[in-house]
């Protein structure tokens, strides 16, 4: 196996550089480039999340001096084609410059080819640039040069000479949107509004017009891969995001989780050089798929008498309320018994058989239908969830809350 190849391309995340992330004379042009998924200082991991949340990577321009670095005119999704190991290696370099981090998404090169990424121009063959328009946002090069249909891929190169510039050992590829009527994901803007977003899908599937079959995500340490896991887990159970985002389950299903940890133990102390490429970890088991488990009969049955019990206590709970408050006089609202624990089977057996919805954000929402009498006032409701949550936690061994709402 060849140690200096992969397969896979890896687009990395770091944390938010207000600064330098975000130009504009105003609050609200620096929040136009910020959009309104996170704060303008997110870590590197709340971007990953978010990414995985929305169900794809929205271009970026690649701010530096309050400058574009991505020619063309069109904002670019920027991946390198360094293998794993060594992309650690750069990480634990280039850390403290906050230009990269251990933090990413991995594609199967032949995929995101596929998708329309191409390789990176380093370099021109002339050293006299024109430009046919050259300010912060909008670099597009003359077409005697480079077509403006391929500038998106050039970066700059001088390997030599008193302005050194030399980015050649990233191997980057890069990805334009060509196509905005299947090039697009859903998401909040800097302005509050919710909508189409020109961006890279990743979990939609070959059956709506993407390319990907899988992906990897990448995190640092065992702790955010257990986060990730359950993050995945949930959309895979949901089939959707709560923009209503249809997610094809094969492309979750099939993809992984790599703790860079891992790669750098294996490689430095365990003498794994397999494990410096994607394939290699691999083979070596040390990927993570997402957590599906089934139930056995027996805890089918013990969810069904669970259930039973909780209807009771709710209707016992109702009674209750209406003896101690006749009048239906307060807040308008609702309630619900919501747990979180989405990778346990019990709760994924009650979601297949629909006696649970969601996930929503990782939020499973119990059914429990039982004979009280509807009332507007939220804290009837309050009071009827409080005690099916607590039966709920006491007779399926995990932890079940109240999560009310007003109408």
């Not at 050293?127 to 391929?150: D, F, G, M």
């Not at 083979?283 to 993570?288: C, G, I, P, T």
Request: aromatic share 10%.
């Amino acid at each position: 196996m060849r140690h200096d190849h992969t397969d896979w391309l890896i687009h990395f995340v770091r944390d938010r550089n207000p600064e330098q992330d975000f130009p504009g004379q105003s609050e609200d042009e620096a929040r136009y480039f910020a959009g309104g998924e996170l704060e303008f200082d997110a870590s590197a991991f709340q971007v990953l999340c978010t990414i995985i949340r929305l169900g794809g990577l929205i271009p970026g321009h690649s701010f530096r001096n309050n400058r574009t670095t991505i020619y063309g005119g069109e904002p670019a999704v920027c991946v390198t084609e360094m293998p794993l190991y060594a992309f650690a290696s750069y990480v634990k370099q280039a850390a403290a410059t906050g230009r990269v981090s251990a933090y990413g998404i991995a594609f199967l090169k032949r995929e995101f080819y596929e998708a329309g990424g191409r390789p990176a121009i380093y370099g021109l063959s002339t050293n006299k640039v024109t430009y046919e328009v050259n300010t912060w946002i909008r670099r597009i090069l003359s077409p005697t040069i480079l077509p403006q249909a391929e500038q998106y891929r050039y970066v700059a190169y001088s390997p030599s000479g008193a302005r050194w510039i030399d980015w050649s050992h990233e191997r980057e590829w890069r990805w334009k949107v060509t196509d905005s009527e299947r090039e697009y994901i859903w998401c909040e803007a800097g302005d509050g509004t919710f909508g189409r977003t020109p961006g890279l899908p990743l979990f939609r599937g070959k059956a709506e017009g993407a390319c990907f079959s899988r992906v990897c995500i990448i995190v640092w340490n065992n702790q955010e891969a257990a986060e990730v896991q359950k993050l995945l887990t949930g959309l895979y159970l949901a089939g959707s995001n709560n923009y209503d985002t249809h997610f094809e389950k094969s492309v979750i299903g099939n993809s992984s989780i790599i703790v860079l940890e891992d790669v750098i133990n294996a490689v430095e102390s365990g003498q794994n050089l397999d494990a410096q490429t994607i394939e290699g970890l691999e083979e070596a088991d040390l990927v993570r798929p997402i957590l599906l488990k089934d139930a056995t009969p027996e805890q089918a049955k013990r969810v069904k008498s669970a259930l039973k019990a909780a209807a009771q206590a709710g209707a016992q709970a109702a009674k209750g309320h209406i003896c101690a408050h006749p009048q239906d006089i307060g807040g308008c609202g609702s309630a619900a018994a919501v747990t979180y624990d989405i990778t346990n089977e019990l709760v994924q057996y009650m979601l297949k058989e629909g006696l649970a919805t969601g996930p929503y954000d990782g939020r499973v929402h119990i059914e429990v239908h039982g004979e009280w009498p509807p009332r507007q006032e939220r804290a009837y409701y309050e009071a009827i969830y409080l005690e099916i949550a607590e039966c709920l936690s006491q007779h399926l061994g995990i932890q079940v809350r109240l999560y009310s709402w007003d109408d």
